[in-house]
């Protein structure tokens, strides 16, 4: 398991940097457009794990990585714990980084703007975390579909399957929800902030843990 995650992360040292370069300045350009960093820092943060799950799949596909991994001494239980890993890693390692520079942001830019909205730093810090944590959500839904049919067919079956989950839950919300309960719903929020956040750090990381376990069956199984 630690040398498969040494190899998947030898791989994203290999293209984040990159990365890096351009999302610290699309996190300030943002934050100077919006006049607050929290939204700034949230985009960024929600933008890494949905980059590392398509960049390693793409990876996997290139060069015969795929097929070269598999000789290795490497489980494939081993393998698709380690993409995981590694994903879940380097997306917190970023989050905490974002909002490290969201503190900066919100130290710098009031001096340049003058109707810029300051935040405090742990709001900063838990808006980076939330972006992060509900896109997790999503990369554990979309990873068995990338494991089972690689980078070209899976980003199809995966784009498909968003659309329709998203016409049903539109077609559910706009029939079930009353604005007076989301209004109740949100006035309930604001004062629980901390056991919202919470519960999505919990849900987030059970749905990758068995998203983790549902992708490494497929994996067993799967014809490389």
């Given at each position: 398991m630690k040398a498969a995650l040494k190899s998947e992360l030898a791989i994203?040292?290999?293209?984040?940097?990159?990365?890096?370069?351009?999302?610290?300045?699309?996190?300030?350009?943002?934050a100077f457009?919006?006049?607050?960093?929290i939204s700034a820092v949230a985009c960024v943060s929600a933008m890494v794990p949905m980059i590392l799950m398509f960049s390693l799949t793409s990876y996997d596909d290139q060069n015969?990585?795929?097929?070269?991994?598999?000789?290795?001494?490497?489980?494939?239980?081993?393998?698709?714990?380690a993409r995981y890993g590694s994903i879940l890693l380097t997306s917190l390692a970023t989050a905490a980084c974002a909002a490290v520079l969201g503190v900066a942001i919100n130290a710098i830019l009031p001096s340049l703007i003058h109707d810029?909205?300051?935040?405090?730093?742990?709001?900063?810090?838990?808006?980076s975390f939330v972006a992060t944590f509900s896109v997790i959500v999503m990369v554990a839904i979309g990873e068995p579909f990338l494991v089972k049919f690689g980078a070209t067919k899976g980003v199809r079956y995966l784009m498909n399957f968003a659309i329709l989950a998203g016409c049903i839950c539109f077609a559910i919300a706009g029939q079930a929800l009353d604005p007076m309960l989301l209004e109740s719903f949100g006035t309930w929020a604001d004062a629980h902030l901390s056991l919202l956040f919470v519960s999505l750090t919990v849900v987030s990381l059970a749905l990758f843990a068995a998203s983790c376990a549902i992708s490494t069956t497929i994996y067993q199984r799967k014809d490389l």
């Open positions: 994203l040292g290999t293209f984040m940097p990159a990365f890096a370069v351009i999302l610290v300045p699309v996190c300030v350009v943002m457009a919006i006049g607050n960093c015969g990585w795929k097929r070269y991994r598999a000789s290795l001494s490497f489980s494939r239980r081993d393998v698709v714990a810029f909205e300051t935040m405090p730093p742990i709001e900063i810090a838990a808006g």
